[in-house]
């Protein structure tokens, strides 16, 4: 009898499984239905010796101290801070918009207080921030939105930014000084040997059991077990009884090159040509040494792997809906991307799941109270 099933080898249902393990000292069996653990983080060395990241380039920040210093346990680090450039009207332009970028796109000289002015003299009023053009249109104006965030978002999401929530495009911020990192947060770091590496050793614990290459639903009625993690997508796990909650996917298009060198930085947007949206270049993120190079593309499609949740209100509404019957199941957990239905990055479902596995620790202090009160 296992204390715990776990349904997914993410970050979501991996950390649960270690912190139920090492500090709870409980039984667990993790289950995914691919062939290997790390969920969507998964990466592996490529033929040339590369390491590549199999759902796309997954880089690491955050700004919390816990999630970082939980994450330290089971990883060395290399220090990455990840830059991205814009494909525009042919031109390469820093991004996120900086005073760089104006600079370089209108030909001036402007400093950051100019900027500042320049900003305001095109950002059109908007009542209410709601949706994903509000966000940049109040803030740079229309030129620069529909050259930087228009086409990529269509793209991306198969949706004008009018449609989706106004969190989508605030990822992405605006500055008027010449930071033209990707990610402003303190800890910027990529795992040293890779994801996987830190996930295998994460896992690696004799209360913890992996089974791999299974679907919850095969195995379900076969294994015993006293409470339930889930991970995967949520309507899923209900059958789609409310229908199907809309996910976006991305078909990945891997290259090794014969040469050192692919392009001049980490990642490039293609914001308005071709149907890709960017390029990723591995060997910025692991800063290895090697005479090729591995590059991919992605192609967002309607198709595929569920690795997007989509932020739109009647999708929020709908999500409600499994939310509530999700809460009603007792001794049963959901977590993560998939299961909340939250476009989080990695570090926000390290958080999560910490949160969940301490409300698990208070719910059981509690039982035992309620025992002990019992006895008297
Ligand atoms: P997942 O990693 O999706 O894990 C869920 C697991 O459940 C999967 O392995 C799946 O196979 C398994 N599963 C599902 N259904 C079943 C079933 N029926 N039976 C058994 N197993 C099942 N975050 C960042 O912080 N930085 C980035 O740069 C970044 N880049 C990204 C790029 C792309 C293209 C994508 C798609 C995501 C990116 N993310 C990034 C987000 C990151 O991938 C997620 O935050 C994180 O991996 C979510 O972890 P999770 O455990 O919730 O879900
Ligand atoms: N975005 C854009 N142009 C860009 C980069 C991002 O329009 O050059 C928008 C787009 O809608 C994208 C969102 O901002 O989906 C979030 O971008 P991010 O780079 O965070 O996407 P992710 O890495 O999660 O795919």
Request: contains cysteine; negative net charge.
């Amino acid at each position: 009898m296992f204390d715990y099933l776990i349904v997914g080898a993410g970050f979501a249902g991996s950390v649960l499984a270690e912190r139920l393990a090492t500090v709870a000292n409980k039984k667990v069996l993790i289950i995914d239905k691919r062939n290997h653990i790390a969920g969507n983080a998964y990466d592996h060395y490529d033929d040339a010796g590369i390491l590549v990241h199999k759902y796309g380039p997954h880089i690491f920040h955050t700004n919390s101290k816990d999630v970082f210093d939980y994450l330290s346990l089971y990883t060395e680090w290399r220090n990455y801070q990840h830059r991205v450039l814009a494909c525009v009207d042919g031109q390469m332009f820093q991004m996120p918009i900086n005073l760089n970028t104006i600079n370089a796109m209108y030909g001036l000289n402007l400093n950051s207080d100019q900027l500042e002015d320049f900003f305001a003299s095109r950002a059109e009023k908007v009542k209410e921030v709601r949706t994903s053009e509000d966000v940049v249109v109040s803030k740079v104006g229309r030129e620069l939105y529909e050259k930087f965030f228009k086409g990529y978002t269509k793209k991306q999401w198969d949706l004008d930014p009018s449609e989706l929530h106004a969190s989508v495009t605030a990822r992405v911020p605006t500055r008027t000084n010449k930071d033209d990192r990707y990610f402003t947060d303190t800890y910027q770091a990529m795992p040293l040997h890779g994801y996987t590496r830190m996930f295998e050793k994460m896992l690696n614990h004799p209360n913890i059991k992996i089974m791999l290459n299974t679907d919850y639903k095969e195995v379900m009625n076969e294994i015993s077990y006293k409470k339930l993690i889930f991970t995967g997508p949520v309507d899923e796990y209900f059958d789609y009884r409310f229908g199907k909650l809309p996910y976006r996917s991305i078909n990945f298009k891997f290259e090794t090159l014969d040469q050192e060198k692919f392009q001049e930085t980490g990642t490039i947007n293609y914001p308005n040509d071709y149907g890709f949206t960017r390029i990723t270049e591995f060997k910025y993120l692991s800063g290895q040494k090697n005479p090729k190079t591995s590059i991919v593309y992605e192609f967002p499609t309607a198709d595929g792997d569920p690795y997007y949740p989509i932020p739109k209100a009647d999708n929020a509404e709908l999500y409600k809906k499994y939310q509530t019957l999700a809460d009603q199941l007792e001794n049963t957990y959901f977590v993560g991307r998939l299961a909340t239905y939250k476009y989080y990055n990695m570090d926000q479902v390290v958080a999560q799941s910490l949160a969940t596995f301490k409300k698990i620790q208070r719910e059981t202090l509690d039982l035992v109270a309620d025992e002990n009160a019992d006895l008297r």
